[in-house]
């Protein structure tokens, strides 16, 4: 299947082009012939999909066969960073075609935002809550929006945005084409979903959102109070380039990133207490390949776009499995292969069964590799308590798997030294 055969403005493909993609994404080639055809879209679909360019085109496309005046569509988003890449997108894909489109999220000023409502963008790409201050206000009348995409409905449901997105719908134009997107699908999503769609196409939603399928995906059975050691030695080990590290909370990340740092191990780090200005150096940084490390929290790390990422480490493992496929999907972005490495310790034996289930299949547990636990102790050592248990889980591991190349590839040669 070509990008050429969905019948696509000729200027739409001329972007296509430029952006290589070459051949269309599975949720590419089957939501773009549904929208296109004029119908409401329901996709179980995961950032690394290319879902982005899914609903794009098609809605860009039937805005140019009846080009109007006013704002014609409306993308809803839960977060600044996918904001930011949506916005990025339609640009591009929308750049030989005259479409004009703005991003509108809090944490900045709303004038320029506000111009850019006022002037009628083509497309807005929005967070619900900074979309509602500008309904509020006299200029805010969505009254030309003939097409609507929720994005990352899951997404939105854990964050806490769905009374806002029905706000925000109660504003709409009801005749127009709707195009709904979420990772996994949970009854309060479904509804939303049931409330909001006509007659919609479905796609993959009896299937599981799986992460993709260039993915590998290994866990190391690894008390708490190694993982910092643990981390340093994968760092360490030749294997791992550009990595993105989950932590649970802030409160975690922020020590994370505190610690690699003592280290000697130049990072960054986003979560949802860090300032815009402070979350966008960082991702500009990583992506430049300024640090190696990207410290992050779930809550705003859906949606990073980095297509050079190999690694993801979940520091902790996610509480909710939707979080683990989000997590997973940072790697192996369109086709591309990737290793995601998964640190769980007793604690949280349970979790990692409840995400094997929900993706249905096994993690691979790998053995821990020989590693120093002391890495340059700022403070003094672990309690023993925790050096032990760590040591005795090794020493298990190596005996049930001796002579494993993951012990040479990832440890290092003075393994397992415990002081
Ligand atoms: P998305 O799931 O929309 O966040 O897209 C994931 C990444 O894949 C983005 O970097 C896109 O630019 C890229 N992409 C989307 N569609 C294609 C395609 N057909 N071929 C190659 N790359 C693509």
Redesign the pocket.
Known sequence: MQFSEFGLDARLLRAVEE???????PI?AEAIPAALSGRDVIAA??????????FLLPVLHRILQAPKLGTRLLVLTPTRELCV?IHE?CTALGRHAGISCAPIYGGVGMGPQETAIQRGVTVLVATPGRLLDHLSRPYGHPDRIDFLVVDEADRMLDMGFLPDVRKVLARLPKKRQTLFFSATLPPEVRGLSKEILTDAVAINVERKALPATGVSQAAFAVHGGAKNALLVALLNSNDVGSVIVFTRTKARCNRLADFLEAQGIPNVRIHGNRTQGQRSSAMADFKAAKVRVLCATDVVAR?I?I?ALDHVVNYDVPHVPGDYIHRVGRTA???AVGEALTFVSPEEEAELRAIEKAIGRKIERRPLPAFDFTPKPKRPAEPRKVDERALAQQRAARAGKKGSPEVTTWGRSDGGRHR
């Open positions: 952006l290589s993609y070459t051949t269309p994404t590419q679909a995961m950032t690394g999909s290319g879902k982005t360019a899914a890449q997108a949606g776009d297509s972005r369109a086709e």
